[in-house]
């Protein structure tokens, strides 16, 4: 244990372990949100010289934190109960390395992963298959969360990363921090609480969140269904960007409501109007069919000749690339190894600011319209079939 008194890492401090095999040394800060920060760490010896060349991520939290409101125990929990199963399921989540704490800090070291795909579709906005293979392993993500018992809350392409070196190829879920489990300790259901506070970003948080409602396994398909419509065309396929909460709550509804509207305003495929119909039918216990957005997704690359085996945008390199893309260009995606995205304070639970990306203090609930007369479209789950 480290004896040094201390709030925050500095590049070159050493951590020491209550092991004497190894210490760990800060190598520089990768990110920091209203709960801690994420910094670079290496395996020194007892002399601080780097014991061999792999590189880790150092997540830390005060101390002084209340237990209940702890988030790198979420963190701890949530990554720990992926050690107890199977290889397949675990992919998609950093591994755990080391916990401790010094006087004043907790930490956990875990898998150093790369860049967020937030960061990387704003720089390069992703070609079809990158975004239907990130939407792909993505979904499998929070399937596989789903199994071990609990919810993430805040599913976002922030809080998705590509791999480092060797695992560029796969895209991690991060960041447990809102994480909540669904299941008792005989493994029901938990009965929903009868009020909350809004949970996760407002630009990809689910209609329940809005509507201060307990989150169900539902609610994280609705969030990567925002976030998928974005992937695919990060100019039209989330129209409330930048809107004040109560237009993204009319307009998250009007998805639902129509879904075959986004698909007439952008270039989101039609086909996937059978997310927004499934979706809506679902009730907070409800379990999600993993297999009908799997499907959809598998079908829809078949109709425009894609295997999805093709390279990520992010593996090509930059002379072979082409700038077709979903959003006009695949060039210059960014590369540097990192946790998290996060430079900015942590802005996911309920928060006093009134942009677009933080949630308000008001707590009152928003009046849901009443429905629309009936729809005249053609069901998406018969196109979908349709398509097999």
Known sequence: MSTFVKTKLEPNDIIKRSKNDYNWRVVMELGAGGFGTVSKVVQVDG???????????????????KKQASRLKIERDVLTSFQKIDVPSKKHFPEIMDIGQTACLKWIVMTLVGSSLEKINRTSPFSPSTALQCALQTLKAIHDLHLVGYLHRDVKPANYCIGS??????????????ARRYRTKTNAIRQPRAKTKMVGTPRYCPRA??????LGRKDDYESWYFMILDFLDPQNGV?????????SFEMKNKVFDEPLWISSSSKVPSQFAVFSEYLNKLEYASNVEFGIF????TDYARTIQLTLKEKLDWMIPEEERTAESVGGGAKNVPNSSIISSK?????????????EEKCSLDTSTPQRKPPMSKRKHVSAMARTAALK
């Open 165 to 178: 070196d060797t695992c560029m190829d796969v895209v991690y879920m991060i960041d447990f921090g809102l």
């Open 239 to 247: 129209p409330w960007k930048g809107r004040k909460r109560e237009i």
């Open 47 to 65: 002399n601080g010289i780097q014991i061999n060349q792999k590189e880790y991520a150092i997540k830390t939290e005060l101390k002084a934190i």
């Open 343 to 355: 430079t900015e304070p942590d802005n996911r639970s309920t928060c006093s600011e009134t942009t």
């Open 294 to 297: 799997r499907e959809t997704i």
């Open 209 to 214: 969140s809005h509507l201060l409602k307990e």
